[in-house]
T-cell receptor
Framework: DAGVIQSPRHEVTEMGQEVTLRCKPISGHNSLFWYRQTMMRGLELLIYFNNNVPIDDSGMPEDRFSAKMPNASFSTLKIQPSEPRDSAVYFC????????????FGSGTQLSVL | DAKTTQPPSMDCAEGRAANLPCNHSTISGNEYVYWYRQIHSQGPQYIIHGLKNNETNEMASLIITEDRKSSTLILPHATLRDTAVYYCIVSFNTNAGKSTFGDGTTLTVKP
C-alpha cells in the first residue's frame, strides 16, 4: 500500500488566496483526520471523519477553514481566505475505525502564506 | 483523557538503550498508554501501546508501573535513525479523534 498520500507537498501562497489541500487515505480505512502542526501549538486535530461523515470539527479554527470528504478515497481541506497565521504543516491521517493504534499519517503539506 | 508529562529532551548514545519516561498520574483504569514518534519532516508513527501489562514489539518495549501512574518506552539499541520526537498519549477509548498529542520528548541519538 502506498500509505496516506497528501498533495501538494509544499504550498506557497499570498494572503487572501484560497488554498486547497488534498488527501487520499489508505484503502480500507474508514476514518480520516486532518491535523495542523506549528511550533507554538504543536500537533492539533482539526477535524475527523468516519465513513465520510464529519464527526468532530471542534478543532477547526474558524469559518475560513472547511473540510470535505466526498468519497472514501478523497478529502480536501480548504482555507479561504488564507492568512499568514495559517502557515503550518498540515497532516492528513487515516485509520481503521478511528483506532489510535491503526492511525497512519501522510507526509504533510508545508503551507506558507505570505 | 489524563494529562501526560514528558521531559522536553534527552540524549542517548548510539547502540545503548534509550529509556523515555512519561508521567500520567491521573490516569484512570480504562485509559491506555500509547507511544508515537515523529521523525523530522515526517508524520507521526505509531510505536506501541498498553493498558496494564508490559508490552514488546519489534520496535520497542513499554513498561507500565503497577500503579499505572507512569510508563517508560525502551528502545533497546538506539540508532541514529531513532532521533525523533516521542509522544506519550493517554487515551480512554483508543479513539484517535479523542486523543491529544502533547509536546513530547525530543530524543537525540549521538554517535
Amino acid at each position: 500500500d502506498a500509505g496516506v498520500i497528501q498533495s501538494p507537498r509544499h504550498e506557497v501562497t499570498e494572503m487572501g488566496q484560497e488554498v486547497t489541500l488534498r488527501c487520499k487515505p489508505i484503502s480500507g480505512h474508514n476514518s480520516l483526520f486532518w491535523y495542523r502542526q506549528t511550533m507554538m501549538r504543536g500537533l492539533e486535530l482539526l477535524i475527523y471523519f468516519n465513513n465520510n461523515v464529519p464527526i468532530d470539527d471542534s478543532g477547526m479554527p474558524e469559518d475560513r477553514f472547511s473540510a470535505k470528504m466526498p468519497n472514501a478515497s478523497f478529502s480536501t481541506l480548504k482555507i479561504q481566505p488564507s492568512e499568514p497565521r495559517d502557515s503550518a504543516v498540515y497532516f492528513c491521517a487515516s485509520s481503521l475505525n478511528s483506532l489510535l493504534e491503526k492511525l497512519f499519517f501522510g507526509s504533510g503539506t508545508q503551507l506558507s502564506v505570505l | 483523557d489524563a494529562k501526560t508529562t514528558q521531559p522536553p529532551s534527552m540524549d542517548c548514545a548510539e547502540g545503548r538503550a534509550a529509556n523515555l519516561p512519561c508521567n500520567h498520574s491521573t490516569i484512570s483504569g480504562n485509559e491506555y498508554v500509547y507511544w508515537y514518534r515523529q521523525i523530522h519532516s515526517q508524520g507521526p508513527q505509531y510505536i506501541i501501546h498498553g493498558l496494564k501489562n508490559n508490552e514488546t514489539n519489534e520496535m520497542a518495549s513499554l513498561i507500565i508501573t503497577e500503579d499505572r501512574k507512569s510508563s517508560t518506552l525502551i528502545l533497546p539499541h538506539a540508532t541514529l535513525r531513532d532521533t525523533a520526537v516521542y509522544y506519550c498519549i493517554v487515551s480512554f477509548n483508543t479513539n484517535a479523534g479523542k486523543s491529544t498529542f502533547g509536546d513530547g520528548t525530543t530524543l537525540t541519538v549521538k554517535p
